[in-house]
């Protein structure tokens, strides 16, 4: 091609992809597109979504080289979906299914993954680790038709509770076929049925607990046999492939998301009638086990969700019972876009090491816009409405599930509905609290 005929290409690229941009702006206001009741602030949480998503699509378009893979941060804080865990660390790489890799790690002190006590003092390895290989990267489709069954599958798992890790390292080998002679880790590509191989992805989720002295392994993915040298220098029908698909990644995103909210989960008004998984309106829906047909998620992980409309003097008081303990546990807010609140400068999550447990073993949370003095409180940021969800992870089933029951309450009325004995916590200590909080942010996210 001549250079104009190029500098058309990449023009006619470019618009193409700014009308992505603009079709998935579209669901941020388009009841047809399920976008959530309008508000001041959500619509403006909104475009810092779109937004989010374009950041993604653009690293996801110029940097996923199955040749050249690397571990990206899937979540941060300037790319927030998915109602995502404020404890986690989400790490994925491109793959292609029918090559091998291999995956190594070095981690701090990891005896609590297999039941042992902490070293005295830290650092210590996160509280739990996953990785997974994924047959597809979940919304890129822009249709929860791909929760259909043969839309989506996970063909290998291996968590820290079954890693083999030799003086702070480890590996892992992904790929069709186990390596011969390989007994270490092995993560298949294939699924169950031995098909061709599938997995294009593999996706990492590091859970903190302990966010002052838990750090994060260092991850790194290489090809067993080794492909080019180098990448692919730039050329005008690469680049404008690259601007098609960062537009189609935004648009789809965009749309899955908002219908995911919508249809699968009833989370906006009243709730849609025909919810196949409704998070009922200040209220918790029944604990149950990750499915792909309603969002997936971690693989081990049971799952619950609900939704909280307050006014200001309102609470929502939601008691939680874990009769089987979990390798980690924790409950989130997020907006109605799935988008977890300022977890590092308010409190809005808390895990199994930051929750304080009632004399009965229940772990009783209050959400509210004022902080009522209570351990356990999470902060709306100023949403009157917004979504919560928890999480309990299992490497083995549970023989029982835990259990959680959601009540709307005055706020004046907590003291006669909690147990005697909670402990105050005095505004000093709450900021304590969140300085430990943008102290940890600021490591699990740092930019060197």
């Given at each position: 091609?001549?250079?104009?005929?190029?500098?058309?290409?990449?023009?006619?690229?470019?618009?193409?992809?700014?009308?992505?941009?603009?079709?998935?702006?579209?669901?941020?206001?388009?009841?047809?597109?399920?976008?959530?009741?309008?508000?001041?602030?959500?619509?403006?949480?909104?475009?810092?979504?779109?937004?989010?998503?374009t950041f993604s699509a653009i690293e996801r378009a110029f940097g996923e080289d199955p040749d050249f893979p690397y571990?990206?941060?899937?979540?941060?804080?300037?790319?927030?979906?998915?109602?995502?865990?404020?404890?986690?660390?989400?790490?994925?790489?491109?793959?292609?299914?029918?090559?091998?890799?291999?995956?190594?790690?070095?981690?701090?002190?990891?005896?609590?993954?297999?039941?042992?006590?902490?070293?005295?003092?830290?650092?210590?390895?996160?509280?739990?680790?996953?990785?997974?290989?994924?047959?597809?990267?979940?919304?890129?489709?822009?249709?929860?038709?791909?929760?259909?069954?043969?839309?989506?599958?996970?063909?290998?798992?291996?968590?820290?509770?079954?890693?083999?890790?030799?003086?702070?390292?480890?590996?892992?080998?992904?790929?069709?076929?186990?390596?011969?002679?390989?007994?270490?880790?092995?993560?298949?590509?294939?699924?169950?049925?031995?098909?061709?191989?599938?997995?294009?992805?593999?996706?990492?989720?590091?859970?903190?607990?302990?966010?002052?002295?838990?750090?994060?392994?260092?991850l790194s993915i290489t090809p067993v046999s080794p492909g080019p040298l180098h990448p692919v220098p730039a050329a005008?029908?690469?680049?404008?492939?690259?601007?098609?698909?960062?537009?189609?990644?935004?648009?789809?995103?965009?749309?899955?998301?908002?219908?995911?909210?919508?249809?699968?989960?009833?989370?906006?008004?009243?709730?849609?009638?025909?919810?196949?998984?409704?998070?009922?309106?200040?209220?918790?829906?029944?604990?149950?086990?990750?499915?792909?047909?309603?969002?997936?998620?971690?693989?081990?992980?049971?799952?619950?969700?609900?939704?909280?409309?307050?006014?200001?003097?309102?609470?929502?008081?939601?008691?939680?019972?874990?009769?089987?303990?979990?390798?980690?546990?924790?409950?989130?807010?997020?907006?109605?876009?799935?988008?977890?609140?300022?977890?590092?400068?308010?409190?809005?999550?808390?895990?199994?090491?930051?929750?304080?447990?009632?004399?009965?073993?229940?772990?009783?949370?209050?959400?509210?816009?004022?902080?009522?003095?209570?351990?356990?409180?999470?902060?709306?940021?100023?949403?009157?409405?917004?979504?919560?969800?928890?999480?309990?992870?299992?490497?083995?089933?549970?023989?029982?599930?835990?259990?959680?029951?959601?009540?709307?309450?005055?706020?004046?009325?907590?003291?006669?509905?909690?147990?005697?004995?909670?402990?105050?916590?005095?505004?000093?200590?709450?900021?304590?609290?969140?300085?430990?909080?943008?102290?940890?942010?600021?490591?699990?996210?740092?930019?060197?």
């Amino acid at each position: 091609m001549s250079l104009d005929a190029d500098a058309a290409e990449l023009q006619a690229a470019w618009s193409d992809f700014v009308a992505g941009l603009n079709r998935g702006r579209d669901a941020l206001d388009s009841p047809e597109l399920h976008a959530p009741p309008p508000s001041e602030r959500l619509l403006a949480e909104g475009y810092r979504y779109l937004l989010g998503f374009t950041f993604s699509a653009i690293e996801r378009a110029f940097g996923e080289d199955p040749d050249f893979p690397y571990f990206r941060r899937a979540i941060q804080p300037m790319d927030k979906a998915t109602i995502d865990n404020a404890d986690a660390l989400y790490l994925t790489a491109v793959i292609d299914g029918t090559r091998t890799y291999r995956i190594t790690g070095e981690v701090a002190d990891h005896a609590h993954w297999t039941g042992g006590p902490r070293a005295p003092v830290g650092p210590w390895a996160p509280q739990y680790l996953i990785v997974e290989v994924h047959s597809h990267y979940v919304g890129d489709t822009g249709s929860i038709v791909e929760l259909a069954p043969g839309g989506r599958s996970i063909t290998g798992t291996v968590d820290s509770t079954e890693l083999v890790v030799t003086d702070g390292r480890f590996e892992m080998v992904v790929g069709p076929e186990r390596p011969a002679g390989h007994e270490g880790s092995f993560l298949s590509t294939r699924t169950e049925d031995g098909a061709d191989p599938v997995g294009t992805y593999v996706v990492v989720r590091v859970l903190y607990h302990d966010w002052e002295n838990e750090v994060a392994p260092t991850l790194s993915i290489t090809p067993v046999s080794p492909g080019p040298l180098h990448p692919v220098p730039a050329a005008p029908d690469g680049v404008a492939a690259r601007l098609r698909r960062a537009g189609l990644i935004v648009e789809n995103q965009m749309r899955f998301w908002n219908e995911f909210y919508d249809v699968v989960c009833g989370a906006f008004g009243e709730g849609n009638p025909q919810a196949l998984a409704p998070m009922p309106r200040n209220g918790v829906n029944t604990p149950t086990n990750a499915q792909l047909a309603t969002g997936g998620g971690q693989s081990t992980n049971v799952y619950a969700g609900g939704r909280f409309h307050l006014g200001r003097d309102e609470a929502l008081l939601v008691e939680v019972s874990t009769p089987v303990g979990a390798a980690y546990q924790g409950l989130h807010l997020s907006n109605l876009w799935g988008e977890s609140f300022d977890y590092a400068n308010h409190v809005t999550s808390l895990n199994g090491f930051q929750a304080v447990p009632d004399p009965d073993g229940v772990c009783r949370y209050v959400v509210s816009h004022r902080d009522p003095g209570v351990p356990n409180w999470l902060d709306t940021t100023g949403h009157d409405e917004g979504l919560l969800a928890f999480r309990w992870t299992y490497p083995s089933p549970p023989d029982q599930m835990p259990t959680v029951v959601a009540a709307k309450v005055r706020v004046g009325e907590l003291a006669g509905l909690l147990p005697a004995g909670v402990p105050l916590v005095s505004p000093s200590e709450r900021e304590a609290q969140i300085r430990v909080r943008q102290a940890h942010v600021q490591r699990r996210y740092r930019q060197y």
